[in-house]
Each structure stands twice: as C-alpha cells, then as structure tokens.
C-alpha cells in the first residue's frame, strides 16, 4: 500500500573524496571528488515523522562534457541542479505518494535547469538524489525494508511517466521481483590503467577476482583495437572464464569511426579473446549524435546507452535507433530505473532481447553503494561495475567511528583490512543479504553528519556566454 507524505525539510551535505589512483574516462582524468549526502524530514500520514538519507559522489565532467566548461564549473552545476529541487519539493507541501511527488516535480525541474542552461542529465541529478532519501524515510516510517517496501509498491510507482506501460504492467514487475542475494562487480579497466604485470587486469590482488571487466575506450579506433588487444590476451591467462563490457563515455565521433571498431572486433584475430567475450558496447558517441543516429547493421551487436538516458523517453527513442539496452545508476532517477527494468521486461516478453546494466559512477562505500547494489538487486542486475573498491582507499577519510559502525551493521559487505574498512568481495561478488534485511533503503547506518561541511553554495547561472 503506497504512503501519503510530504517533505518537511532538505538539507546537503559535502565530503572530499581523494583518489587512490587516478581515474581516467574519455578525455577526462579524476584524482579527488566530492561526495555529496543528503538528510531529508518527511511527514507521513498517521505516522509522524521520519528522517532518510542518501550519498553520492558529484562527478565532474560525466554529466556535462561541454569542452568550454571546466570541471570544477559541471560540479556546480549538479550544486545548482540540487538547489533547484530543493525549492521545488518543499514548496509542494500537500501530501502524495513518493512517487507522485517526484512526478510533480521532474517537469518543473528540467525547465528551470534548463531555463540556466543546465542539461536534462544533470537536472536528474537533483530529483534523483532527493527521492533516494525520502524513499529511505518512507520505507523507516513504515519498518520495512527496501526489497519489501518496492514489492509491495510503497513509494506509489505508477505509469504516469511513461505512457508506453500501464500501471498494471508497473505493479506486476515490482511484484515479481526476487531479489538477487550476490551481485558479481565488473572490474573497470580506466584509461590509464596498468595492463600487464602486476597490478595488471589480469592480477588478483587488482581485480579481486572479478569475471566481468569493463574496458574503456578513447575513441580512436586503431588505438583501441591495439589495447584491447593487449587486455584480450592478458584476460585469456585466467584460470577463469571471463565476460567483458566497453564504454566509449561519448568519445567516437560518428557512425563511421565507430563502425571501424566493430568491424576490428569482427575480424581481427588478435582481438578474438575481446569480441568473443564481448556483451555490450556502452554509450560510444555523443549523446546528441547518438539520439539521431540509428546503427542499421551496427545492431547486431549490443548496445546499451548512459549518457543519452536523460528522460523518461530515453530508452524507447534508444530502442527505435536499434539499441538494446540502458544503465541503471542511482544519480539518474531511481524511479527511472524502475520503469526501464519493466520495458525491458516486457519488450523482451514479446520476443527480443532487451536489458538494463548496472554501471557505477559515482558510488563509494557505505550509503551509496549500498543504495545503488540493492537497485540492482531489485531490478535484476547480476552484475555490476564497481570502480568506488578500486579507485578509492576503503572509507577514504571518512572518520573510523562511521567506517566501523557501517562494517558493524553490514559484516557481509564489508572487512577490515588494517586501519581501514574495504568492500568485501566474495569470489568475485558482493552479497545483498544485510542490506536486504535492514529497514530502509538499504542501510542500517546513517553517516556522521558532524564530519561533514554544507554545500557549497552554487552560481545561479551558468550560460555558455559568461565562461566563453
């Protein structure tokens, strides 16, 4: 039975986080970011109130990759695009479901980002955070948990959305879900990645034993061709089989460059161990490229997009165009999430192929993680790229109190190593049976508010003219 709420109060929080390595995607290197939190109040229907929370890191440069803005610049945007609802979901006060408040919202929302020369991925970004947390402050009101709570359909999910579905056909795949107890991490290969040798793909001690890899791209046909070649024959010395997925993150320019790839992946020997492993191939051209370029015979390997999933439309646009598939992260929209799983469900029901992935971005340990694999769990991703393990030491320099108190609380998904706490990854998965039992969205633990500064306040505008 969906609750009746309002929210009552919003309020964010920041956190640095430094990298253990950096992280190179497209043309972009990364060695810190900022992790952002988020505190909601909520009033419920004969229920008083209840307090929920959410994490993610704010990602510079993947939501807007516009060249004339600088990374710090796209950081603030995602500040202003949280600012923007904020104003918004305190400023409805009637009582909806969680769902019908995001509905509500979500129009208004990529206006006003817009209106500030805001793009609709990083409009997500503000309504997608602040539903994570009232979800977590619906679902602790009622003391259930996430699993439990989405299957009985707490937060109202319906079709209003996306007209393609009705809600019976919403209603029916959350109540069919059995959620999943591990979920096997995609071990990502960033751009500047060691290859061979230790700390290579292929060491143990790199990839925690992971049998799925995702493979960045730059761009450049025969310079992909080449490393991947080279990954292809480091990865065939596993004593293991593996399945390999590659992202582009918007760096081949059209259909003839990316054509070129594929058609290296078709013939080329030496890249047999890539192309016969191969599942999908990730968002490889612009966004705005992709949207009015079908693949035609392209289509005959599987792609998915990321980048270009800035609407609720996004996907069945992706489908006409010849793709097949779509990431489901937690900083695009939860609810969004919900409904691609069930498109996906049912287009496939009538006789194609069709799937969303689990591709991380902006997931570290404790809250966002946590939140973003129990998506997943739900939805049916079997498995999921992880990069926060990897380019991210544990907790980082969140206070030890907090890292203990989520390793207390979550003894399956993490283990002490030393003076820190790290992901546990259990023959190459994670294991959903903690957060699946605590109330909440998926976490027993919230953080230590005391350790963390305000957000920062953002610019009010940020129009291409003021920074040319």
């Known amino acids: 039975m969906p609750l009746r709420l309002a929210v009552r109060d919003i309020t964010f929080f920041e956190r640095p ?15 810190a970011s900022t992790q952002l939190f988020v505190r909601v109040e909520i009033e419920v229907e004969g229920s008083g109130r209840a307090v929920g929370v959410t994490a993610e890191m704010l990602a510079a440069k993947w939501f807007d990759k516009r060249p004339h803005l600088t990374p710090e610049q796209t950081v603030d945007e995602l500040r202003r695009s949280l600012a923007i609802a904020r104003e918004l979901y305190l400023s409805n006060p009637d009582l909806d479901t969680a769902f019908g408040l995001h509905a509500r919202c979500i129009g208004a929302h990529v206006a006003a980002c817009a209106a500030e020369d805001i793009p609709p991925l990083v409009a997500a970004l503000g309504p997608a955070e602040i539903d994570k947390a009232i979800l977590d402050a619906a679902l602790r009101s009622a003391g259930v948990s996430f699993f439990d709570g989405m299957a009985a359909n707490i937060a109202g999910v319906d079709a209003r959305l996306s007209p393609d579905l009705d809600d019976i056909a919403v209603s029916r795949f959350l109540a069919a879900r059995e959620p999943l107890g591990r979920v096997a991490i995609r071990h990502t290969v960033g751009m500047d990645d060691r290859i061979e040798g230790e700390g290579g793909v292929a060491d143990l001690r790199e990839n925690a034993g992971a049998r799925y890899f995702k493979l960045k791209l730059n761009g450049d046909p025969a310079h992909d061709a080449a490393r991947l070649a080279r990954i292809g024959k480091e990865l065939a010395t596993l004593a293991y089989p593996v399945k390999v997925t590659l992202d582009a993150n918007e760096q081949y320019a059209d259909l003839a460059t990316l ?158 190593d030393g003076a820190k706490v790290r992901l546990a990854i259990h023959d190459g998965d994670l294991l959903t049976g903690s957060i699946a039992a605590a109330p909440g969205f998926a976490s027993s633990v919230h953080p230590d508010w005391s350790a963390m500064q305000p957000l920062k306040r953002p610019t009010s505008r940020l129009l291409q003219e003021q920074t040319l």
Not at 17 to 31: E, K, L, Q, W
Request: glycine content about 6%; charged content about 20%.
């Open 17 to 31: 986080v430094p990298f253990a390595r950096p992280f190179r995607f497209g043309a972009v290197t990364i060695s």
């Open 259 to 416: 054509k070129a790839l594929v058609d290296q992946l078709d013939h080329d020997a030496t890249l047999a161990p890539i192309a016969a492993n191969l599942l999908y191939i990730e968002q490889p051209m612009p966004r705005e490229v992709t949207k009015a370029s079908p693949l035609g015979a392209l289509s005959a390997r599987s792609f998915i997009i990321d980048e270009a999933d800035d609407s609720y439309d996004a996907f069945p646009a992706a489908r006409a165009l010849g793709y097949r598939g779509i990431s489901s992260k937690s900083c695009k929209g939860i609810y969004k999430s919900i409904i691609n799983a069930a498109r996906a469900a049912v287009w496939s029901a009538a006789g194609d192929s069709y799937f969303i992935s689990g591709e991380d971005l902006t997931c570290q340990t404790g809250l966002a993680v946590q939140q973003d694999l129990a998506l997943g769990a739900l939805i049916g991703v079997t498995h999921a790229e992880r990069n926060g393990h990897h380019y991210v030491d544990g907790f980082a320099e969140t206070p030890a109190d907090e890292a203990d108190a989520f390793l207390a609380a979550h003894p399956d998904l993490y283990r002490r």
